[in-house]
């Protein structure tokens, strides 16, 4: 039996984690042994974002808080690493994983960075800390004015844009220059 097909019958012919039926192909999960095992079946939409994350739409993935408790190894290592590029560690820290799995998970192409982002105090910031806003600062196209003291929790680290991290303030994503920010 083909990979295509084997991916047809446990996924009843659609996305595996959006569900669409549309544009449907086989996409390989790096590191992979070219096995169904290590493989997904995948929408075109999401194939996209997915090569393409500076692409990516937050609403489309959506879907994930369901694809996310999947009992399919390669389906949940997928749901993990978007997840973790859309900075819901709320989402990534619910999800249950067996050691390989996580192993596999973590194991992404690409993802292992030597960027080292510092706060103004010069403490170094890691992905899903927490910090604290050092003076009002106007979100430029949002509207609104992050406000001093506000803390800013789950952060993550942009790998394509340096002295910046990436957070919510007031329910939105925004990047946020270090300088202006304390580890909390």
Known sequence: MSIEKELIARSSGKCELCGSS???SVF???PSDGSAEK???LCATCREQIENPDKMDET???CLN???WSEVPAVLVMSYRLLKSLGREDLVDMMYMEEDVKAWADASAGTSSNIVVKD???VTLNAGDSVVILKDLEVKGAGFTAKRGTTVRNITIPQDVEGHIEGRVNGTKIYLKTEFLKKA
């Open 60 to 62: 489309h993935f959506n």
């Open 66 to 68: 369901e694809s996310m």
């Open 120 to 122: 103004a105090n010069g």
């Open 22 to 24: 549309e544009g449907l």
């Open 39 to 41: 493989s997904i079946y």
């Open 28 to 30: 390989e999960i790096t």
